[in-house]
Structure formats: C-alpha cells, structure tokens
C-alpha cells in the first residue's frame, strides 16, 4: 500500500488508527532500500546493564531522524562523495590510490562492524583511522592524515556508508580483553568535578532529558556523525573527549590507548544494532 | 613578597571568607544533612532562582523539573521534580543534598556542588586541562544558601 493509498483511507475512514503505527514510525529505511536496526538484544557482556540495545536515531528529533532516510538529504553524505574522489587519486610516492588494491569502496562492505580490530602483524588493537594510516604510509608511500582531519573523517564515513545495516560486531576476546577491561572500567569511572561517568547519563538515563538535550544509549554505530551543533563530521574520539571535558575532567587526547580502548568497549555494547554511519544527530 | 604569597597559598588554598563554613570544614550529620547554615547572611530565595536556572551555575533544571521555573525553558528529567520539596525535606536535609548529595544518597548521579577535592582526573572548568586540587566549588557558600532559600519557598 503507497503512502497515498493509506492517506486516502484514512480520510474516507476505512482504517482506524493502526495498532502498527509506532513501530512503523520508528522505521529507519534508508534509501527504501537498507533496513536499519534501531533496537536489538543486549549482547550477553553487559551482563543485563541494558534491557535492549537501541540506536541513537530513535532520540532524536522527527525533523532530524528525516535527514537520515535519503542520502539525497543527508548533509554527511557530501563527504562521502568527497572521500571517493580521494578514493581513487594516487596519494603517495608508489603512485597507488585506495582503489588500486580494493577496487570501488564497495568492496570494503564488511570492514567498518568490526573496528576496532586486534592487528596480528602488528600487535596492537587498531581503529579504522590506524588501518586507513596504515595503508597511507605503509602500503602507498604517503603521509598519514591527521585522526580528526577532514581526510580521515570523511574516509571513515566512506567506509562505514558501504556497511550501512549490517551489524557491530567487534570481538571483545583473545588478544583484546585487557584492553577491552580498560574500556569498561572507564565506561563506569566518574569523571571530573561532575563526577559523571559513560554510565551515569548513558546507562542510567537513556531517554530522559538532560537540559534540552535528549539522552541517548551512547552508541558509536552511527560514527562518523554529521553533527548539528558543529555542522561537521566528528569522529568517535572527537566526542568522546568532549564528553569526558564536559565533566569538568582533564580528558583524554583524540588517539589514545585510553580512548582506543573505550572505543572498543562502547562499540561491543552495540553488537547487534546496524552501521549507521554517517549518522545526523544533534 | 612572592614567598610570602607563596606561603599564604600554601596555608590558604581556597579563600574562605569570614563568616563561611569552607567545604572541608562543613559537618553533615548520619543521614547527609547539614544543620548550620554555610554562611551568616540568610539565603535569598531570588538569587537562589538564578542560580538555579544559569547554565555557567547551578543549572539544577537542567536535571530538575521546577513548575515556579516554568519561565525558563527545558527543565531535565535525569532527577526527581522539586515541586512540594519544601513540604517533605528540612532546609538541613536540602543543604545537605545540594552540598554533597552523595552523603544521603550513594551512588546518586548528582554532582556535589560544595566539594573541592577527591575527584578523579580534576579539570579545569570545562577546558579539558588538567586542575590541581583543591578545586574551588562548583558554587559558593552563599549560593547553597540562597538555593536553599529557594526551595524552601517550594511548599506545593
């Protein structure tokens, strides 16, 4: 039935008031074509923390979850279109682009879930900003971008775009759950002369106003956002640190092993919700 | 002369004026209340309404939701209304709630707003740098009495 058709219905008062009108309303279809998961069980670590796990787009405003529905009126998606023409330039000293190894961005559909990710060469726990520096030095003789650069925002938002609707899944165990226990453990420290924790407005106070301000679960699945209140993408650490700062607490800088190993933390409480990246929130 | 401001620092980090019970100095009894009025000039139930309603302050309707506030605009839902508060807490109970509410209630999410050490990661205001504490508290002596004064007014 087109949305026409139940317009013209529900004036000639064939159909009451349908008992499927909110779930429906709460229906994120982006494109008419990628079905996003706004509510979903809690994975099994948090231990019953959460009854269910739900997307951040469900707090906000009907006027601003509308911008997320068509790329057309997604202001994130311009960067997007400005990382797949990085995407395809040669970028360093081997005269290589992005797509000389991975072909379109598409074929990358798959990556974004599962950063942050345990990196074997390596040894260390890499977010997609390390990786995407990885191949710039490493692989295609360039310099590194900066981590809340443009370049880096915008990539991240490429990359997660390709991923849209398939689920978070980052793998908190093996070689990652020490780090993954550091995330946690800063997820409930109350920071600052506020003495506010992740938890304290995340956990405890989903749903409820703060100010102006509607609380949300907290989850980075939508990462990188379009923001309103910067008219920018920002990346995870980005508003991370900001909201550390906002306890009135010395914060941690963008790129740390601090806030690395909170993002995996708070990225494994969203198992299970879908890609959302670039996300519109406030 | 730099020594002896130094010295001065030293012994008085935070200035305390005459008059004022500083935030080690305040007492709260078993249940978290403080009997004696932080200062000797009574509260102004007034000033207590802007501190209550300032962002750069109190800011309690950021959490609160106060009906004799409804002129400001978004009052929070993160703690219980205060409308009646005065009907069923003490002016004892209420400075020691705004004090420090974790002394009655552990565990609140509330922040203390007379408390001025035994943070972790102290920051200087909201600039993200680290503080060394003590840090001066998020409002002054007189300001808890003139919140108090206000919510005191709040008898329905």
Not at chain 1, 10 to 27: I, K, S, T, Y
Not at chain 1, 175 to 194: A, C, F, K, S
Not at chain 1, 216 to 228: A, M
Request: net charge negative.
């Amino acid at each position: 039935m087109t949305t026409r058709t139940v317009a013209a219905l529900a004036l000639a008062g064939l159909l009451a008031a349908p008992a499927w009108a909110e779930d429906a309303e709460e229906r994120l279809l982006v494109n008419d074509e990628i079905e996003i998961t706004l509510r979903a069980p809690a994975p099994e670590h948090l231990d019953g923390a959460l009854p269910e796990i739900v997307s951040g787009w469900v707090y906000r405003s009907p006027e601003t979850q509308d911008l997320q529905r068509d790329d057309f009126d997604n202001p994130g998606i311009l960067y997007v279109d400005q990382a797949r023409e990085v995407w395809n330039a040669a970028l360093g000293s081997e005269g290589k682009s992005c797509a000389s190894c991975h072909d379109d961005p598409e074929s990358m559909r798959g990556v974004r879930p599962v950063y942050p990710k345990w990196d074997e060469a390596k040894g260390e726990l890499q977010s997609l900003e390390m990786q995407i520096n990885e191949c710039l030095t490493d692989q295609m003789g360039a310099e590194a971008w900066g981590w809340d650069s443009d370049d880096m925002k915008n990539m991240t938002a490429l990359l997660a775009s390709v991923s849209r609707g398939m689920p978070i899944d980052v793998a908190i165990d093996g070689p990652v759950q020490d780090i993954w226990e550091r995330g946690r453990e800063m997820y409930y420290t109350r920071y600052g002369q506020l003495e506010l924790s992740c938890a304290s407005c995340h956990e405890q106070n989903y749903g409820n106003l703060i100010r102006a301000d509607h609380l949300s679960q907290g989850h980075t699945n939508g990462f990188p956002v379009y923001r309103f209140s910067t008219t920018a993408l920002v990346s995870q650490h980005n508003r991370f640190r900001g909201c550390i700062r906002d306890t009135r607490a010395e914060t941690f800088a963008i790129g740390s092993d601090d806030l690395l190993a909170l993002e995996l933390y708070v990225a494994s409480r969203g198992n299970g919700l879908s890609v959302e990246g670039p996300a519109v929130r406030h | 002369m730099t020594r002896f401001a130094l010295i001065l620092a030293l012994a008085a980090p935070l200035p305390v004026l005459a008059g004022e019970i500083g935030p080690h100095a305040v007492t709260y009894d078993e249940y978290g209340a403080i009997e004696e009025p932080l200062t000797d000039r009574p509260g102004d139930p007034e000033a207590g309404v802007v501190v209550m309603t300032t962002r750069g302050d109190g800011n309690c309707i950021a959490c609160h939701r106060v009906a004799a506030l409804e002129e400001y605009p978004f009052h929070g839902e993160v703690g219980p209304p205060l409308d009646g508060v005065a009907a069923y807490r003490s002016a004892a109970e209420l400075r020691g709630i705004v004090a420090n509410a974790k002394q009655m209630f552990p565990g609140t999410v509330m922040p203390a707003f007379y408390k001025s050490e035994g943070f972790t990661r102290p920051g200087d205001g909201f600039t993200g740098e680290a503080a060394t504490e003590p840090l001066p508290p998020l409002l002054t002596a007189q300001q808890i009495e003139d919140v108090v004064a206000f919510l005191m007014t709040l008898t329905e």
